[in-house]
């Protein structure tokens, strides 16, 4: 039989802490028969899937909010801070029923241009006019 | 402007999960610092500060009413929930209360 074999590390003087999630289901973890390094640079930190037109969070993870704050603009709040700014973002709008809502999507950090480890302020426009639009489907997701 | 909560948050603050609400105002705090000087390009967190995100102490299972409230404290700028004006700056409705039209969520201000 396979065991697994839980390690400290001697250089270092931090506690390792495992938490259970908020569930009354029992819940498995199965891990690939390679090595991996678990949650390590690189891996998607928080996502959403946010609809603007109804003003709903379908689903997300580590995100702690969503600021509606007018046609095509919204804030990303992350549930914890990330430790700089220079996680990677990624931002895509669609789902809207319509010819003419062709989405061109950016994003600024924060308020005024500045960038913020807390949050991801983003904006869409459609290209006929280039004014701002809600899309139905808003998906966000983090890197770093 | 309207503030829609993840539920995932929110099952994680009735469960008890969250830290003191001053662990992120420390963060926030430093990083206004930050801007403020004009270092923020460089900016990094302090290790310890950021780490208490998940270290601290948790503070317990909160009510639905109580989780909003730490929400607020939390994603809305300080300056909007912090000061007394002499008008409403925001309110906490539920989501059915929230206008789906655009032209009436527009209404919804927080900004001052």
Same mark, same amino acid.
């Given at each position: 039989?396979?065991?697994?074999?839980?390690? +400290?590390? !001697? =250089?270092? =003087?931090?506690t390792?802490?495992? *938490? !259970?999630? #908020?569930?009354?289901?029992?819940?498995?973890?199965?891990?690939?028969?390679q090595?991996?390094?678990?949650?390590g640079?690189? #891996?998607i930190?928080?996502?959403v899937?946010?609809s603007?037109?109804?003003?709903?969070?379908?689903?997300?993870?580590?995100? =702690?909010?969503?600021?509606?704050?007018?046609?095509?603009?919204?804030?990303?709040?992350?549930? =914890?801070?990330f430790?700089? *700014?220079?996680?990677?973002?990624?931002?895509? !709008?669609?789902?809207?029923?319509? #010819?003419? /809502?062709?989405?061109?999507?950016?994003?600024?950090?924060?308020? +005024?241009?500045?960038? *913020?480890? *807390?949050?991801?302020?983003?904006?869409?426009?459609?290209?006929?006019?280039?004014?701002?639009?809600?899309?139905? /489907?808003?998906?966000?997701?983090?890197?770093? | 402007?309207?503030? $829609?909560?993840?539920?995932?948050?929110?099952?994680?603050?009735?469960?008890?999960?969250?830290? %003191?609400?001053? $662990?992120?105002?420390?963060?926030?705090?430093?990083?206004?610092?930050?801007?403020?000087?004009?270092?923020?390009?460089?900016?990094?967190?302090? %290790?310890?500060?950021?780490?208490?995100?998940?270290?601290?102490?948790?503070?317990?299972?909160?009510?639905?009413?109580?989780?909003?409230?730490?929400?607020?404290?939390?994603?809305? %700028?300080?300056?909007?929930?912090? $000061?007394?004006?002499?008008?409403?700056?925001f309110?906490?409705?539920?989501?059915?209360?929230?206008?789906?039209?655009?032209?009436?969520?527009?209404?919804?201000?927080?900004?001052?």
């Open positions: 039989m396979a065991t697994i074999k839980l390690q +400290g590390n !001697a =250089s270092g =003087s931090g390792v802490i495992l *938490t !259970a999630p #908020s569930t009354n289901s029992t819940r498995t973890i199965t891990l690939p028969d090595d991996v390094v678990l949650g640079a690189g #891996s930190k928080a996502w899937n946010y603007h037109t109804s003003n709903v969070i379908r689903d997300s993870n580590q995100v =702690s909010s969503v600021t509606d704050i007018t046609a095509g603009i919204f804030t990303v709040n992350w549930t =914890s801070a430790s700089n *700014t220079y996680y990677i973002t990624s931002v895509m !709008a669609g789902g809207n029923n319509s #010819s003419t /809502n062709v989405p061109a999507v950016g994003y600024s950090f924060g308020g +005024g241009g500045a960038a *913020t480890t *807390t949050l991801l302020r983003s904006f869409n426009a459609e290209d006929v006019d280039g004014g701002f639009v809600d899309y139905d /489907n808003q998906d966000v997701m983090a890197i770093h | 402007m309207v503030l $829609v909560p993840s539920d995932n948050w929110l099952e994680e603050a009735k469960a008890g999960l969250l830290p %003191p609400i001053s $662990v992120y105002w420390a963060l926030q705090d430093d990083e206004q610092q930050a801007m403020a000087e004009g270092r923020h390009d460089t900016f990094k967190h302090d %290790p310890e500060k950021h780490a208490a995100q998940w270290t601290a102490p948790r503070i317990g299972p909160l009510t639905e009413e109580e989780a909003i409230e730490y929400l607020i404290m939390k994603d809305i %700028p300080r300056h909007i929930w912090s $000061v007394e004006y002499n008008r409403p700056m309110k906490i409705v539920k989501t059915a209360d929230v206008p789906s039209d655009r032209q009436f969520r527009n209404a919804w201000r927080l900004a001052a």
